[in-house]
Structures are given as C-alpha cells and as structure tokens.
C-alpha cells in the first residue's frame, strides 16, 4: 500500500547566503511529524499561480496549513492594528484558497498555529489581531526561543468532550506549548470550536461536516516526539488521508 501524501504549506525565507537569496522553505519539524504519523509528506510552495496550485492540491491525499507570520486583516475586512508582522498577502492567498478547496472538497486538513486562523477567515471568520493588547486577562500566549515553538509546556487548553479533537487527544485538560500573539475571534461558518485555553482563547476547531479538518493554535509538531497523545494528530490526519 502506498503512502499518503501530506502537503505541508511553505513560507518564503531570506536567511540563505548570499544575502536575499529568495528561497521556500518549512519547519523540520512538520516534515517528522507527518513521518511519525505514517505519512509522505512534501512543501507546498506559498507563490504559485492559481492553476498550478490546483495540479499540486489534486495530488495531495491530505494537508497541513503550517505557522508563521500574521494574516493581512484585510482577508477579513478590518484595518492593520500596527502590531502586525511578517505579514505576506501573496502567501496569505496562496493558503486561503487551498483551505477552502480543502473545506470544499473534503480532502483531510489539520491547521496549526496561523493555520487554525487561516481556515477561519478562508471560513469567512475574524481573527484577534493582538492577544495582549485586546483581551483582559490573558495568559500568555507567546513563548518561543529564538523565534521558533519549543516543545515546552506553556499552559493548558480545555478539550471539549464529544469532538474529533478529544478522540485524537482526549476530552478534558491537555498541556500545550505556545507561540502565538493572535487568535481566532468570530468563527467561520461551518466550523465549531472544540478546546479553549482558561483565558477564553479559542485553541482548537474543526468542521462537523467533514471527514477530518481539526485545527489547533499550539505546535504539536514540535511536540510529536515527545508526547504520543499529540502525535495522535498527525496519525490521525494519516488516516484519514488513507481512506480519501
């Protein structure tokens, strides 16, 4: 039996040498985690021309819409907020269109990070530009080393019983890293939120009606190794991607 192939979306990146050397390029981490899960996985490009994006997604048997940087607020009409950064309207595209071919044609698609808020507003939801500034109270939601998740336990998310989530993960409370200092708002239609960090945070969805599209706004990839209830979301994802 063949493999499933599991796209993973790419994110543009400038640190080769020479300088401004443009390259594509993804997290380590994803690439293991999809290896753990009993999956093939490849890297979407983020710039590619429509038609072209359509052959790669027609060869995928499941996807994986991967972090980064903050989505343009004006996929989802609001103005910048000016606390934005590593904004790409072109990969902002790019991901959106291929949430929604996801949604649209059932293919299996978990969201991490920027994922879990790229699937809502491709859903036609709203995002929280900037936790610290526009929610009361918040833990925190953002401890990254040296720019990048660590498999480090940041604080806890309520999972709720009854959802796909808690059949990967367990219902209940679960520890999770975090890197993130944004966060869905408005939740897009289709979708039904299914964890909650203790400050109210929306920290996992996913869509009823399809056969696998599980979003989380922690990075289990970085965790995958270590902690087997997690890895359970890229077996998961695997799985499904077997029976498309």
Not at 31 to 48: F, H, M, S
Not at 220 to 244: H, I, N, T
Request: charged share 20%.
């Amino acid at each position: 039996m063949s493999l499933p192939v599991i796209g993973i979306t790419g994110r543009p990146d400038r640190s080769a040498r020479p300088p401004s050397l443009s390259l594509f390029a993804i997290g380590q981490p994803y690439v293991r985690a999809v290896e753990l899960g009993g999956g093939a996985p490849v890297v979407v490009p983020p710039y590619v021309e429509e038609t072209r994006l359509r052959a790669i997604f027609e060869h995928l048997d499941g996807l994986i819409l991967s972090g980064g940087g903050d989505i343009s607020p004006v996929f989802y009409g609001e103005e910048n907020d000016g606390l934005l950064w590593l904004v790409d309207e072109r990969r902002d595209r790019t991901e959106i269109l291929l949430a929604r071919w996801a949604l649209a044609d059932k293919l299996p698609l978990l969201a991490i990070c920027r994922g879990i808020q790229v699937l809502n507003v491709a859903a036609g939801g709203t995002l929280v530009q900037d936790i610290p500034t526009q929610v009361t109270n918040a833990v925190s939601h953002s401890s990254p080393v040296a720019g990048r998740p660590v498999p480090k336990v940041a604080h806890t998310v309520e999972v709720t019983a009854g959802s796909r989530l808690a059949a990967l993960v367990g219902a209940g409370e679960l520890d999770v890293n975090s890197a993130h200092h944004q966060a869905v708002k408005t939740v897009g239609a289709g979708l039904s939120t299914t964890a909650r960090a203790t400050d109210g945070i929306i920290e996992g969805m996913e869509a009823p009606d399809h056969p696998f599209c599980v979003g989380v706004q922690w990075h289990p990839e970085v965790m995958a190794e270590s902690y087997p209830e997690v890895r359970r979301l890229f077996e998961g994802l695997v799985e499904a991607a077997q029976s498309k």
